[in-house]
């Protein structure tokens, strides 16, 4: 169990906690930004100023399965790094593709998108899909020997 914070720290956590929100809900909608990180810190602060909240956020359809699979597992689904990575090309290679935007304004979305790229990337893998990955590699692996 975790212990609550007090005081002056306990609306600081609150303020991170929306902010951390509001970033990953951004997210959501703009692909250049990462959502995950953003939501599993918002679960951080979250739980340290309101289990009962924390809890909600954890069954919430939209983020509460990422936020579980990092909990109990210690990472993120492999589909759910696939689906970042096609929002991020779909979203991004169509703005850049499809906009009349300057090309400096298009280098700093392609920066921004390689960013949350990269950042999606480095996120390990769930424990019990990462068990399956290293699964399916063996017997690929003896398939060629």
């Given at each position: 169990m975790v212990e609550p914070v007090?005081?002056?720290?306990r609306i600081l956590y609150w303020m991170l906690a929306f902010l951390f929100f509001a970033l990953g809900m951004i997210g959501v909608v703009l692909p250049g930004i990462p959502?995950?990180?953003?939501?599993l810190?918002?679960?951080?602060f979250l739980l340290r100023v309101?289990?009962?909240?924390?809890?909600?956020?954890?069954?919430?359809p939209v983020v509460g399965g990422p936020l579980r699979d990092w909990r109990d597992q210690g990472g993120v689904r492999p589909n759910v790094k696939r689906l970042a990575y096609t929002m991020v090309a779909v979203l991004v290679g169509?703005?850049?593709?499809?906009s009349n935007l300057p090309l400096s304004l298009k280098a700093v979305i392609l920066g921004a998108a390689l960013f949350g790229v990269s950042?999606?990337?480095?996120l390990p893998v769930a424990r019990d899909d990462l068990a399956r990955i290293e699964t399916?590699?063996?017997t690929v692996r003896s398939t060629f020997k």
């Open positions: 007090r005081g002056v720290k959502t995950t990180p953003f939501l810190l918002m679960g951080y309101s289990p009962s909240l924390h809890a909600k956020a954890m069954a919430w169509s703005t850049l593709v499809f950042v999606v990337a480095r399916e590699l063996k």
